[in-house]
């Protein structure tokens, strides 16, 4: 048998068949594979940034009250594993910022004035915050 009769025997064209077939499958595979990873990164950031605006809010509530119960300090610490692991550098980044402000801010001021400003200006910023996680998510319409 020669090349040309192989090249036009039956036996060639199931082996390329086989190949293509298998080599298309693989690929949608892989496709498919490399999809649904993103889709769980996705929602295990979709949790966690739900989480971590909770987190944010209960802090600032107790903080501006003068408590601090264990509670707050136990969401936080549960938040701090999953935020390294699921969230970009610059969220990550922004919530421990913006917690830190809120650990450190009241704790100076007495004047219920300046506390109700400061409140503000921390509400302010977890809505910022939101605005990026939910433009990292893909969600259009932003909350301000």
Known sequence: MTWSDFFSSQLFGIILGTLLTGGFT?????????????????QKREELYIAVCQVLMEHEKYRRSHEWPQK?????????????????????DEYYKLDTEIWNCYDKM?????????????ADKI????TNMRKELGIKDKLQ
């Open 72 to 92: 707050c300090k136990t969401m936080f610490n549960e938040l701090q594993g999953k935020m390294l692991i699921y969230s970009s550098k610059k969220i990550y």
């Open 26 to 42: 693989g690929f949608w595979e892989w496709l498919q594979s490399k999809r649904s990873r993103g889709v769980y990164i996705k």
């Open 127 to 130: 809505v910022k915050l939101a």
């Open 110 to 122: 007495k004047d219920q004035r300046k506390i109700e400003e400061k409140s503000n200006e921390i």
